[in-house]
């Protein structure tokens, strides 16, 4: 559902009313959203394009005025927000996550408090546990939702939300998130998302890498790129995400999304997750050793498409681009 | 398009008359189609279904019998397909293949040559270059062109074609394929669509590996793997062949489809394939392992899906079926 | 040099002599070791042989027993070693080591302090450098000196000191570390002695999961895993580590020396390592990951020749024993 | 047992007289050598020292001469070898011994039949078995017995036979072979002696690779090649081979003793012998990617020594030589 700019104002003056007079009650029906950076600020599109109340804070004011134009209301502090229902957080890193949530000033360190806090940030079981913790003692209920997907994604509403914590507050804030993203998935009552979301990137490693294999090795058989990826996109093993990549690594003029030193730390983290777990993971230790042998090779701030390099070079493709 | 039963014998009539007719100035226009196992079965039926005159012959003749009923003509004889001007062979291996095109009484053994041989079962290349060159010192023009997909897909037109020889005889048949397929890709003017068929299932194979690897992970981080797959299924990265097999995986109720001795005999031709051309082939051959510990672990008939099993017993995932 | 235990006394107490009387000049130019369980009484013992006079302190007293027989000095606290120009280490980890250098009461903590203090405890590099950094503010220098070899094979002379730290300072040691070990070798200015036991480590574990994959394929061609090796053990390839062991593997009837769950957690600290030096290590890691599945397969607690058990049953041989 | 040349002669033509004799009653008791290439030289030179009478042939006669000077007796055909008791043959492939053994003019060819052929070659199981039958056939026992060591090793008598065959027949043959060899070891009935060489080679391209990442990972922190290696072969964990190259390891400064491209095609053979046995061999074939890796990156024709090169530059390693 979309309608023009012009009408926001007003629904917006309504549903801060609602707002403000739930207040009086306690908490507020309301959204808080706290980061408003290109991730952020493109769900919190959605839920405005829902109709959803919101209300959102970022460090740097400048960029909530794009949201704010379309109707959400802007806190001046961060504990302002806290008197939403539930309030999502999506910042850089386990750091800022800290300090925003638990620091002087933060979320949790005022007399008002959301019934919910729901985190979208990346950060590692060990952080989310914490969060938790914290949030618990202030009886404040937690989520961990982190986000598949880029802004160009999630503007499609093609993004995925993995969610771990209480079956009962995810129910609860279900609504939400669909509204955002097709996908919204349920794994587990305590720090799973962050695992589920790292596994998600160890296959990501992994499909390149044996993308490449087949590839190359149709290559040197003398079935250009671009021939072989034409039929495997016709088939039943290609993924949305290799269709899209496909012409970049035809023609090799491709353009850096992740580069092969952040899909190492991605991998650094899986595999120490799977080590406590005790989870033997041949292929993706194959995959990871080739990731650090690309770094090792020059290929450290290329996109990791370029896991394509380093197979040609071993397989002797006289035409491998550097 | 499709059409009710009752209109066809007229039709078939019709393109039988025509076939006829063109044999008089040599050869006939039609298609002719050997070997009407489940896969020639539906792909003949595409055929019908478009309209094409088809003359067929199975050596089990009653298995010709849904395809006469739709208005398929019937050969009495291999060589009486010789007079269709492109013939199209789907027997189940080499030593099949080389008998009904080159034994005695075989397709090029009379006065009659197709102008067109197509092979579409699976064989190695050093077969398909034999055939190709027999082919040719008859005059005969020929085509590799294997086929992904099971009998099903293909009824649904989501099959594919991976076409090698010569581009212009590719092109003089595509709209035939066309009919079939989706998915009609020329990898090569020589032999190259065997190889680009061993990709395929090369890249199966490692996609099973990846993704049982983090399936294991999530379900020993306390994920089930229906919810894994749930949100797996909703991302940039799975394929329609996960998604298909995703409640197998889940349930551990599977069917059979292929089994892991199958599986390596891919590998087993494909690694050779890579080592002839000296392209390494780590991730494939980690896989490769995997497939023969699964075979000595006792899950040598089981499908391929099985090499979940291996990955949970050596996780000490307790509940693994069996 | 070896003389009858009857002499001894009065050579000790000639040294004791000396030592104290060096003692009037500032340092005493003796020996202190401190921990003197079994890797730690057969060195000292070989230094004893030696007729270096050596003053010991142990947390239980009673260990001290042997060694003070054959004439060595018995400190009644750690700080009373402090005297000794050089102090040597080897206590069970991190943890004790950092109690009994820079705790209460430890090595540092009085007013005497050792020229040299050498570690010959297996720790990390990053305990290692905040004990040389410790004990540069104090002005004492300091060696990492990992022993590779246990107790008999100290015994025999025949163990190895991996020594990092100042070259003049390992100048200085040098003659005491060659009557205790057939190798004495400097390896850096820094921590590298640590890295170098932990490449050793993981080179041990590959080496195991290479013989035992050609033991499985001559077995399972016929050949007894007792021919193999006696064939393998007259090659040049052999080591005298898989010589010793050659019997227990022949038979299955093997002793515990190291279970894999310890061997893992040396591939856990070699593998960081690699990882923060971005080396990568494709071998290690496969044989690191076999590790994992042999845990996983229920071999935790058995000795790591059992990577055989796990081999054996990959390969579908039936008699492999559990 | 050495003694001068000038008295051989004597002694040899007792031998002869000796060997003359026997063949009157049938067989000589005598030795005959088919094929003195630089091996077959080195090994008759040792039956030569222990005063065996021995009756030599090869392809090009001048290479008999040295051997002749010592007191081989030299036969004029191949047939003529026919009438020793045991043939043992040396060449340099499968074809030269089935020319040489079965082809015309060959050993079995004539009316005299050696009781025992002992073939010492370098083949695959296929055509060892094909000899063996063909030697049944005329009554000929067979053993394979593929040696291990250079000319050197065999000279100072460090090498090693590796016997299959009737174990009664290995018994006769053995005490000559002791002569030779330090190692003699039967290791089955059949071909498993052909096995057993290519694990052999299997385990040393994986000593190699194993050795070479423990030499970049200690390197990369600081410890030069030299001090690394001089503290392994002190330890336990090294071997003979690693002991003799790590001069060359060290410095960069290679000989050619076996190609990266030679060393792939035994781990092909030995690959393909566990694929037929159904033995996984994780580490054997990460190894073998890693060989092929080496090949595509420009080192096919180096010694495979420059499996060090593929690792260093993976490791970043800027130092590394090509």
Known sequence: MSHGPASRPADLRASGATMRSAR????QPGIGWLGTGRMGTAIVNRLLDAERPVMVWNRTPAKTGPLAA?????????????????VYVMVSGPADLEEVVLGEGGLLSGESRPGVLVDCSTV???VSARIRAA?????????????CGNPEVIADGQGSFIVSGPLKVFEQVRPDLEVVAKTVVHVGEQEQARLVKLAHNLYLGMMVQSLVEVVTLAEKAGTSREAFLEF????????????????ELATGDRHLTFTNELLRKDFDLGLAAARKLEVPMPATSTTYQLIQSAIGNGL????????????ARSAGLSEAVT
Request: overall charge negative; aromatic content about 8%; charged content about 25%.
């Open 300 to 311: 450290r701030d290329e996109d990791f498409l370029s896991l394509y390099e380093l197979q």
């Open 232 to 247: 495997f996109n016709g088939s039943a093993l290609t993924s949305p995400w290799i269709r899209r990549r496909s012409p």
């Open 24 to 27: 009086e009650g306690g908490r």
């Open 70 to 86: 379309r109707g959400a209301q802007v806190a001046d502090s961060i504990v302002a927000l806290a008197d939403c229902d539930v």
């Open 135 to 147: 949030a618990a003692a202030l009886d404040v209920a937690f989520l961990a939702a982190p986000v």
């Open 124 to 126: 590692s079981e060990e």
